[in-house]
């Protein structure tokens, strides 16, 4: 069990970010001129935090690439992945604006768009780490459950369970987006190094059925079973299936 995947079950929320901290930073030292993808969502701001408290320069050489995008929504939205990871980490690090790359929520033809982006992360030479998260109903990104995997980036619907989870951030929750662009699950798998964040009992559920559980596309997160490089952090509440200790 969890033969390619290293799991650091921490004790609370702080401590997991401190530990996704070192992680990050480790491969940070490894390859400071490499491309990093991001993810957004509530776990990864205490990563995000810790890492405007370092040195900026550390960051000056990196490539960002967001990992995903509402469709339609305009960049300075608040509630845009792409405002969100300025206002979180690029922002206060100073990384440069020709070193950031989100998909354009606001795209006249959002199919278009997922071919250019899937043309500048092939250009890029894809991923060297990718943060991720796990939703509620086992996706990474936007990459829903389904019957079949999606591996280029790609225009989604997205699920009522997602719509349910995230419309609350939205001042009127009709107005959350029921659409969005995703990084695929072959821009997600090529990263050299994968990093997944969990906290909180509501996922403990999925994340052992992702990590343990049958390689399926109805669990979209199982497939990190198959990559050669994960790291898992997650705080004591969304590892509490595993035994702590391994």
């Known amino acids: 069990m969890l033969s390619n995947i290293t799991l650091h079950i921490e004790d609370d929320y702080e401590a997991m970010s401190k530990k996704a901290t070192d ?20 776990t990864p701001k205490g990563l995000y935090r810790n890492l405007r408290t370092k040195d900026p320069y550390l960051f000056k050489r990196i490539t960002a690439f967001n990992l995903d995008e509402y469709y339609p929504i305009h960049p300075e939205n608040e509630q845009s992945y792409a405002y969100f990871m300025a206002k979180h980490l690029f922002d206060a690090i100073d990384l440069p604006q020709k070193q950031r790359h989100s998909p354009n929520g606001m795209a006249e ?9 899937e043309q500048k992360l092939t250009a890029y030479g894809g991923i060297y780490f990718q943060v991720l998260g796990i939703g509620r109903n086992g996706h990474i990104g936007f990459n829903e459950p389904g019957e079949s995997w999606t591996a280029q980036t790609n225009y989604v619907p997205l699920t009522q369970s997602t719509i349910d989870a995230n419309s609350p951030n939205f001042l009127d929750p009709k107005d959350m987006p029921r659409h969005a662009i995703t990084t695929g699950m072959r821009g997600i798998m090529t990263a050299k190094q994968i990093m997944l964040l969990a906290s909180g009992e509501n996922k403990a559920e999925i994340l052992y059925k992702a990590l343990t559980g049958p390689v ?6 199982s497939v990190l079973q198959l990559h050669p490089d994960v790291t898992v952090v997650v705080d004591a509440a969304a590892g509490a299936l595993f035994p702590r200790g391994k």
């Not at 992680?23 to 509530?42: E, Y």
């Open 23 to 42: 992680v990050f930073i480790m491969a940070l030292s490894q390859k400071m001129r490499s491309v990093f993808g991001f993810a957004t969502g509530d």
């Open 109 to 117: 033809d959002p199919i278009a768009e997922c071919e250019l982006y």
């Open 216 to 221: 399926t596309p109805s669990v979209p997160a």
